[in-house]
């Protein structure tokens, strides 16, 4: 695995995995919608990452995943260090 593919599982967290939402697929009509998130960035807000919720049957962007995650510095800042930028606070 590429360190920047190994990144990004860490950014997607759970997102990375399929997840499986209510209903059918709204482009091909299958009938479980499972989608994995793709291409992590930092919310609006600095409190979660958001991430291109892509669907596994036919491939097609449904939308977009998010996930709240504990932080003391905010998601930004936890994606500029996971991404090799040294921080030292004194």
């Known amino acids: 695995m590429r360190a920047e593919d190994a990144r990004e ?11 499986t939402l209510a209903g059918p697929c709204p482009h091909c009509g299958h009938a479980v919608l ?41 998601a930004r800042e936890d994606m500029e260090v996971l991404n090799g930028r040294a921080r030292v606070y004194g």
């Open 9 to 19: 599982r860490m950014l997607l967290g759970s997102m990375a995995g399929p997840v």
């Open 34 to 74: 499972v989608v994995t998130g793709s291409q992590p960035r930092p919310s609006a807000d600095d409190r979660a990452f958001e991430a291109v919720a892509t669907t596994v049957c036919c491939g097609h962007v449904a939308g977009k995943l998010r996930e709240e995650r504990s932080t003391i510095f905010g």
